[in-house]
């Protein structure tokens, strides 16, 4: 999230490990938080391997859905309409879950391509 503050802009993270493994690449960071080119790629290496796993499981759910095994994964359509409400509802929900988490990358992926000088 991006916010103003006496004519500064500042980005305000959530600790994850992809926002770690960013802000340990920044080279002001690296001189005052003492961060180790052992203990960035410790974190690199952690984020990378989170995302890796989360990539391998999203491939496997894809690769179940389009070759339909069995016939496991045809669309459902509610047989009334107050179920076609709640599943409505629940698809808002989720994306209003789903939303702030993917705004947070589009800031560090905004900060890492305008700012490539602040980086190791």
């Not at 002001?28 to 961060?35: A, H, L, Q, S, V």
Request: positive net charge; glycine residues 2%.
């Amino acid at each position: 999230m991006i916010k103003k503050i006496k004519n500064k802009e500042t980005l305000e993270f959530e600790h994850d490990f992809v926002t770690m493994a960013c802000f340990s690449m920044l080279k002001e960071n690296e001189t005052k938080f003492w961060i180790t080119p052992a203990k960035r790629a410790s974190i690199f290496n952690q984020a990378l391997t989170i995302q890796l796993t989360t990539m391998a499981m999203l491939s496997l759910v894809f690769y179940a859905i389009y070759t339909n095994e069995g016939g496991r994964f045809t669309p459902t359509y509610p047989p009334n309409f107050p179920l076609f409400l709640v599943k409505i509802a629940c698809v808002l929900a989720l994306h209003f879950v789903i939303n702030p988490e993917v705004s947070k990358g589009m800031n560090i992926m905004k900060l890492a391509n305008q700012h490539p000088i602040m980086f190791v």
